[in-house]
């Protein structure tokens, strides 16, 4: 008899995560036998955890905070994404080989594709604002669609940092230089927390955004920040970050279950009910 396919998300803390919503939703409108639970697992513990995966019967599972870089030496493989973008957020097994992978990129991209149809059609220059982890997965992608990267950071030794990983540098501009390289810009993308609840706001006056550029923020609590809102004003084709949250679970829940699952409106509206009551 087959065994059940468990998967897990392991994080500290981990009560937070939306995965096993998400991968809950997959499981029972795909109707598939399978499981996908939080495990709370201190950095101390990561390697333990890790190293008794296959004995605990599990088939893979998520990787969050704090442990997406902890992970990356504890894997016996590791994909193109998750070493060039030095994270990994999926384990599965492939024989006895343990892989860890890095969907970010592929869960933005496809966000992108699905609610701005055509975006990249005419995309020369992508401006990212921010260089912290989400970041790296966003100019990982980018760069892989053919796109110049322009980088915006308050930080710039860290966007400086975050450059050199890339055979194809990115550009490293101060925040102060944003507003002059809106003109040029095809796409733009929020990776920063400023706009969401309880941080600062992310102040940018949209006017001189190149007509017809695409907006992209991906914070999504909450759905419509300001620059979302200012985008839609000035007719931007306007994504906001709860795409990117569910097409990064794609290629996890496909591995581990053995069926690509589909996001759809009834996907999301359980999200955004789940993130209106918390
Ligand atoms: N939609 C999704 O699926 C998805 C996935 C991942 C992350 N996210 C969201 O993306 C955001 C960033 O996540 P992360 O993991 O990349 O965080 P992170 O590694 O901590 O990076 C944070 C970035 O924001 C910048 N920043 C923070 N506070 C700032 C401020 N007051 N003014 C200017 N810049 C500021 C930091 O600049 P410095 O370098 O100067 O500190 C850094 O570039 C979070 O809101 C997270 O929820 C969404």
């Given at each position: 008899m087959t065994a059940t396919p468990r998967a897990f998300v392991i994080g500290?803390?981990?009560?937070?995560?939306?995965s096993p919503l998400l991968h809950g939703h997959w499981l029972e409108t795909l109707g598939l036998p399978g499981s996908y639970e939080r495990v709370e697992v201190a950095p101390e513990r990561l390697a333990e955890f890790v190293s008794g995966l296959r004995q605990a019967g599990f088939v893979g599972g998520n990787v969050t905070v704090p442990h997406k870089t902890g992970v990356l030496a504890l894997v016996d493989e590791l994909d193109d994404a998750a070493r060039t973008i030095g994270a990994v957020n999926t384990l599965w097994f492939e024989g006895d080989r343990l892989w860890g992978g890095n969907t970010d990129a592929i869960g933005f991209l496809s966000a992108l594709d699905q609610e701005?149809?055509?975006?990249?059609?005419?995309?020369?220059v992508a401006t990212v604002i921010g260089a912290g982890g989400a970041a790296r997965a966003i100019v990982y992608g980018l760069l892989q669609r053919g796109l110049d990267v322009w980088l915006v950071n308050r930080s710039r030794g860290t966007a400086e940092a975050l450059s050199q990983s890339f055979a194809r540098l990115p550009s490293v501009h101060d925040l102060d230089a944003l507003p002059g390289l809106l003109?040029?810009?095809d796409l733009l993308v929020n990776t920063t927390?400023?706009?969401?609840?309880g941080k600062p706001p992310l102040v940018?006056?949209?006017?001189?955004?190149?007509?017809g550029s695409t907006v992209c923020d991906i914070?999504?609590?909450?759905?419509?920040t300001d620059l979302l809102r200012q985008a839609r004003a000035g007719c931007h084709p306007a994504v906001g970050g709860l795409g990117m949250l569910m097409h990064q679970a794609v290629p996890g829940f496909a591995r581990w279950f053995g069926r690509v699952p589909e996001v759809t409106p009834a996907l999301r509206a359980t999200l955004e009910a789940d993130l209106a009551r918390r």
């Open positions: 500290q803390p981990i009560t937070h995560s939306r701005a149809p055509g975006w990249d059609e005419e995309a020369r003109s040029d810009t927390a400023l706009g969401m609840t940018l006056d949209l006017a001189g955004l190149k007509p914070v999504y609590a909450p759905l419509e």
